[in-house]
């Protein structure tokens, strides 16, 4: 028996951005698997043209691990057919009008055919260049509804945000929208067209500059303009406004925003433990194996968000087939942990630090690298005393010998320094969530959760979402961590 997720999905045209992404390729894997009668998925990715579509949907998409259930099942040959019959590669990008479609006769196909439009695409560098911030997150958020709108059959558009458009505010966070305008710290009122006008005249007053110059200066101008209106890097501030502007010029499209907090490897489906690259947690989780993290700067009680790639994948389903052609409405969804099974950072360190006692990495001798617990330290002003201690004071002994026998220790005096500057760097960037005060209302979504469970043909757990089924202590030990020594070390 179907569920209602299932049959929702069934003959429906998807329009899904950012598809090289790791929360797309779960997405679109989840919807071959379960529902192989969805009519057509339109995936819109950056390249040159078809062929190179072509290319990178083979090789970033199909031909990934993620896809081997599919491929066991199915096998290669039905699997390839599969996806000649349902994917449909478009070569396009969501920062230029008409998402970059260049063939009229294809916008108008899509204009005519869609029923529903994902958007996915975003860039997620805390520190990116302020012009690529808001040429991705905030307007492009703006030309995807815009696309979405001329849709004749769209009877919905479901956009992925970010947990921490929230900023740095502490206690309960609501599911609410943004008003448009609205800044974090109250001190001004932000008008997005400024904003992109601001970016114009500095792109322009870099004009001569290197190329080198032009990206860190745009960086720097966006982190300061972020925390200008109150959010602590460019990322959250550019996925806010993106936010406003589709509140604001919605109309009366269906619109769901799917805030996720920390999303890492899938618990379940297809198959436990799948991730692509290191995502904020993995970063610390990695170092450590290493050895390489012998202090760090967190709140051993501060609630570490997570949640599992599936599960946001199941919400974002679950969102849509409650929602379509819901005319008018703007639903919010957290979709976290923090408030149903919270887990502290205190006890993700002590869950690694016993991973890799009994697990140790191996190091590039063949040897396993001994680990210890090591120092973690509540404030900045604590992390930066210790570095200066520890580092920074024996670099500037190094230095000075630099300078007397400039050809003893130069190598290593630079090597050095520009490992505590990058070090420093991703510590005041992840700062903010390292010492997190705010803990994630889901009200929405757990009223979605108890509209799933009243279904019983939804209890066989295809679209499970419920933080609560999450045991950290297990997952972390026997899923997450192994994931990351599978596929992203690659050991």
């Given amino acids: 028996m179907e569920s209602n997720c299932v049959q929702f999905l069934g003959n429906k045209t998807i329009l899904i951005t950012g598809a090289p992404g790791f929360l797309a390729k779960v997405l679109v894997e989840k919807i071959l698997r379960l529902q192989p009668n969805v009519k057509k998925m339109y995936l819109l990715l950056r390249a040159p043209d078809e062929k190179s579509a072509m290319q990178r949907l083979r090789s970033e998409v199909i031909e990934i691990d993620l896809f081997k259930v599919l491929r066991n099942d199915l096998g290669e040959e039905n699997l390839n057919a599969l996806v000649r019959e349902k994917i449909v590669p478009v070569p396009g990008d969501i920062s230029i009008d008409n998402l970059g479609l260049k063939d009229t006769d294809l916008i108008q196909l899509l204009w005519s055919e869609i029923d529903i439009i994902i958007n996915i695409a975003a860039t997620t560098n805390f520190d990116e260049r302020y012009d690529i911030g808001l040429g991705i997150n905030t307007f492009g958020a703006l030309n995807v509804l815009n696309f979405a709108k001329k849709c004749v059959k769209g009877q919905l558009l479901l956009h992925v945000s970010t947990a921490y458009v929230s900023g740095e505010q502490s206690g309960l966070l609501q599911e609410k929208p943004f008003d448009m305008g609205e800044t974090l710290n109250g001190n001004r009122t932000l008008d997005i067209n400024i904003e992109r006008e601001l970016m114009k005249q500095k792109l322009k007053e870099l004009q001569d500059c290197s190329e080198e110059e032009i990206s860190q200066t745009m960086k720097d101008f966006g982190m300061a303009r972020a925390k200008l209106h109150g959010w602590p890097n460019t990322y959250v501030f550019t996925k806010a406004?993106?936010?406003?502007?589709?509140?604001?010029?919605?109309?009366?499209?269906?619109?769901?925003?799917?805030?996720?907090?920390?999303?890492?490897?899938?618990?379940?489906?297809?198959?436990?433990?799948?991730?692509?690259?290191?995502?904020?947690?993995?970063?610390?989780?990695?170092?450590?194996?290493?050895?390489?993290?012998?202090?760090?700067?967190?709140d051993s009680n501060s609630v570490f968000?997570?949640?599992?790639?599936?599960?946001?994948?199941?919400?974002?389903?679950?969102?849509?087939?409650?929602?379509?052609?819901?005319?008018?409405?703007q639903a919010i969804y957290h979709v976290g942990s923090s408030c149903k099974n919270p887990v502290t950072f205190g006890q993700l360190h002590d869950i690694t630090a016993r991973y890799f006692a009994k697990?140790?990495?191996?190091?590039?001798?063949?040897?396993?690298?001994?680990?210890?617990?090591?120092?973690?330290?509540?404030?900045?002003?604590?992390?930066?005393?210790?570095?200066?201690?520890?580092y920074k004071l024996p670099l500037q002994i190094l230095r000075l010998i630099n300078i007397v026998y400039p050809w003893s220790h130069g190598d290593n005096y630079n090597d050095l320094s520009r490992k505590i500057k990058l070090a420093m760097r991703l510590v005041e960037l992840y700062q903010p969530y390292l010492l997190f005060k705010g803990i994630f209302d889901d009200l929405n979504t757990e009223?979605?959760?108890?509209?799933?469970?009243?279904?019983?043909?939804?209890?066989?757990?295809?679209?499970?979402?419920?933080?609560?089924?999450?045991?950290?202590?297990?997952?972390?030990?026997?899923?997450?961590?192994?994931?990351?020594i599978t596929y992203v070390l690659k050991q």
């Fill in 241 to 298: 406004m993106g936010e406003m502007l589709m509140g604001k010029y919605r109309e009366n499209l269906p619109i769901v925003i799917i805030r996720p907090t920390m999303i890492t490897s899938t618990i379940a489906e297809p198959f436990p433990g799948w991730i692509e690259g290191l995502k904020t947690l993995d970063s610390v989780i990695v170092a450590y194996g290493k050895g390489r993290l012998k202090c760090f700067l967190a």
């Fill in 305 to 329: 968000d997570l949640i599992p790639a599936d599960m946001v994948v199941n919400a974002m389903v679950a969102a849509a087939t409650a929602h379509w052609g819901d005319t008018g409405i």
């Fill in 359 to 390: 697990r140790p990495l191996v190091g590039r001798n063949g040897s396993p690298i001994i680990v210890t617990k090591g120092i973690i330290l509540p404030t900045m002003a604590q992390f930066s005393l210790y570095m200066t201690l520890r």
């Fill in 447 to 484: 009223r979605l959760r108890m509209k799933r469970k009243e279904n019983i043909k939804e209890l066989d757990g295809s679209f499970e979402f419920d933080p609560k089924s999450i045991d950290w202590d297990n997952y972390i030990t026997n899923t997450h961590i192994p994931g990351l």
